[in-house]
């Protein structure tokens, strides 16, 4: 029956599908060109480093330098990423980060370490973002709380809890087995790099090729369509909470790595870098669109634009005013792209 139905009016299918590769073709191009236009701006961000730094900017070390910086604030943006493209938002990220290197640098921690490897002290840091992240899920998504209250919240009390574990003292890194898994380079390459293009390839592959990234899609587009169609949405909500306290706690092992030590001070304000990153990246703040290679150019101009600052020994509120109106403007931009394709 179904077959004759669509047998017999072959104008109407031919005109579904030519629809729908225009709809396709128009999404796939309105992602590329706004990634060209990232690609473009970072471009000139580099043409204005090297014309005002000289080989300075240019050289080897630099350029690994602009990598290791962007790397702790991109694993967090890639779980930021799956979080606003849901329509909500993650202010905790950087008191949980901050949790993770203390709970994680602990002398309990490192004791345990040697007996038993590095994999007590990654793990701690793991399970103490993955916990926070699933807590701000369930108030929520089960306690109906706005994302805003719920995760300021959590920034407050991590912050908190941070300081009572460390006494306010940083706690250095004293573990061969850990130093020598995570410090140093990989074939020319900090291994912290190494660790933030696989989260990269991960979160891409998770958001673009498996069924809960259409879900978040989904979600992040119209939740109650979502629940109609058989998503069970508070329980998605739930585990994109906990993906952002996960890629927490990796960016806290990032971080001890890369400074070797733990204090409650780790991660203060670098949620707003994380957010501001993907947000000038293209994931929408309303939701219903994402985009990791967005957030990846994005993390890498914020990272470039500092790098640059600091060559040109710019004033640190300078460089606060010059984060701002980048910020506003994406968001302006964002507003401007959107509003037609919300309309049609």
Not at 74 to 92: E, H, K, P, R, Y
Not at 94 to 108: E, P, Y
Request: glycine share 12%.
């Amino acid at each position: 029956m179904s077959e004759q139905q669509t047998s017999s009016n072959p104008a109407a299918d031919t005109s579904k599908s030519a629809a729908g590769r225009r709809r396709g073709f128009s999404s796939l191009s309105g992602g590329t060109v706004r990634n060209v236009g990232l690609v473009v701006a970072l471009l000139l961000l580099c043409l204005v480093g090297f014309l005002t730094g000289g080989e300075r900017f240019a050289s080897l070390t630099n350029l690994t330098i602009i990598l290791s910086l962007a790397s702790v604030t991109g694993v967090m943006a890639i779980g930021m990423t799956f979080v606003i493209t849901t329509g909500g938002i993650d202010l905790s990220v950087g008191s949980v980060l901050g949790l993770t290197t203390v709970w994680a640098s602990t002398l309990a921690t490192q004791n345990m370490a040697d007996q038993y490897g590095w994999i007590v002290m990654v793990g701690c840091a793991l399970a103490v973002g993955l916990a926070a992240g699933l807590i701000n899920g369930v108030i929520i998504a089960y306690g109906n709380v706005v994302a805003f209250i719920a995760t300021l919240a959590m920034l407050v009390a991590a912050r908190g809890l941070a300081e009572l574990i460390a006494n306010r003292r940083t706690q250095i890194v004293d573990q061969p087995s850990f130093e020598d898994t995570f410090q140093g380079d990989l074939l020319g390459v900090p291994k912290i790099v190494w660790i933030f293009a696989l989260v990269v390839v991960a979160g891409w592959f998770l958001l673009n090729r498996t069924t809960f990234g259409r879900r978040t899609v989904a979600v992040g587009g119209n939740p109650e369509a979502a629940r109609l169609a058989g998503i069970k949405v508070k329980r998605h909500l739930m585990y994109v909470y906990g993906l952002s306290g996960l890629t927490a706690g990796v960016a806290g092992v990032m971080l001890l790595a890369r400074t070797g030590a733990g204090s409650s001070t780790n991660g203060l304000l670098l949620e707003l870098d994380v957010i501001a990153a993907v947000v000038v990246g293209g994931t929408l703040l309303a939701g219903g669109r994402g985009s990791i290679v967005g957030t990846v150019i994005g993390v890498l101009i914020f990272a470039t634009l500092t790098n640059v600052f600091i060559i040109n020994n710019i004033d640190s509120s300078v460089q606060q005013i010059a984060r701002g109106a980048i910020i506003v403007g994406a968001v302006l931009l964002q507003q401007r792209i959107s509003r037609p394709s919300r309309s049609s």
